[in-house]
């Protein structure tokens, strides 16, 4: 059986970014798998038509690999697959990548300490950390909804597009208003010859103010890197600004309501569709989405929004509650993404048999500082519970974990620990004090549904304060906080 030190689960900006810190401490026993053909993770995934990023690029990046020739203030997806794509194969990893290979089940040895995990190809890895960059949005969320398996016509989810159908003059309903599918319809607008919009909840959308970056200021980005680093280092700090409006008092989103309801208003003139569009939960309860082309895509001649509840598809059309029955060619269901049940938590089974599914089957999913769970030694989540945002970027939080697991795998290497895992203790007070803090947050309390929240309403996505508190909290490794197995023991155990 074939063993590496290190066991990375996905190829996305997690999975890449472990890898390239891997290397750069000359931990270069490590293999990294990844499902799809290569690296990107959901920017690979999610291509549908408009895919854009709407956190602004120079932070949207990592620290270590700035880009000065972003073209646009906020980029498109395929800009930055093919900054992932560049910064994988310049750090001369790739070696250490299998692609179109995935992990099926994944257990703890609790005699020779490390993971078995068995993959896609039939093959099994052992290894001693496994290390999960799997992604928060990667497993498509179908809707249930009656009949929609006899669809005849092409169905397909936001992350899964079938660019093979022609969409020019089609028909085409697109079910679901978050983010995907807010870039997803003006795109179609344009193209299809008609599209239904099925809006169960209005998102709230304030403009996008994006803009393409000169020549001059990609010279300069480029020759004064210290104005580059400026440059992100001011975007952060904006980003930072929402935070209280989030966490502490939501009255201080004030500025970015008049800015959306100016939106609704500039974009759309028909008053009931403008009323129809208007959400009635606080703003940032759900994401805040940001778009100049929405609101004048749904007031365009070719667009219906339909708010009646879907009651079935039939095979050539969708009806709603209200008995109406619209015919169409394409379905396109923008439904979201499992979030707060990650199906990958079926497949990873700790000491004593039980799995991470198990284990979070009462509490929600938790972890200590994001990344860690008592009862599963040497696993690390990138991107793990209540470790998502929604103001600032995953690329800094995701740095943020790789810094604490590099320093957790320095630590045991120079303490010679075989295994180390959080103490339960530990991990439910840290959860206590975190849930405590979600109490008042807009997210909690804004009167909406989201995919933040659980089936029990505990929001166990995303990180309730600042980015920089996380940062600094998970500046270094705390042995302290964790039961150990020294080496020897290990050997013991095997001897
Ligand atoms: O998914 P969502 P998404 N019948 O869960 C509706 C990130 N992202 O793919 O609000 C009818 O937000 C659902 O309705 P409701 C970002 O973090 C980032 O759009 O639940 N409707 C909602 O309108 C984002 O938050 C970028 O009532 C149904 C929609 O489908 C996350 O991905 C770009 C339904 C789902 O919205 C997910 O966004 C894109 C049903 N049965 C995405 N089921 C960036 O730019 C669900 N809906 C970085």
Known sequence: MNHVDHLVIGAGFAGVCAAIKLSEDGEDNFLVIEKDS????TWRANDYPGAACDVPSHLYSFSFAPNPDWSMAFSQQPEIQAYIERVAAEADILDRFRFGVAAQHAH???????????LSDGTTVTATTLISGSGGLSEPKLPDIDGIDTFAGEVFHSARWNHDVDLGGKRVAV???GASAIQIIPELQKVAGH???????APWVIPRNDRRYTGLEKFVFRHVPLL?????????????LYVPAFTRNP?????ALQLAKANIARGIKDPALRAKVTPDFAIGCKRILISNTYYPALGSANVEVVTDPIAKVTGDAVVTADGVERPIDVLVVATGFHTTEQPIAEHIVGRGGATLADTWRTSGQCAYKGTTV???PNLFQIVGPNTGLGHSSMVFMIESQVAYVRDAIRTMRRRGYAAIEPHRDVQVAWNEDLQEKMGPTVWNTGGC??????EHGRNTTLWPGATFTFRRLLSRFDPENYAVVPAHEKEEAIA
């Open 38 to 41: 290569g690296v990107g993770g």
């Open 449 to 454: 549904a989201s995919w933040y929240l659980d």
């Open 195 to 201: 599209v239904d919009v099925y809006q169960r909840t």
């Open 374 to 376: 008592a009862g599963f």
């Open 251 to 255: 009255k201080l989103a004030w500025p």
């Open 228 to 240: 580059q680093r400026l440059s992100r280092t001011a975007i952060y700090w904006g980003r930072e």
């Open 175 to 177: 079910i679901g208003t």
């Open 108 to 118: 703890w040895d609790e005699e020779a300490l490390h993971w078995v995990v068995d």
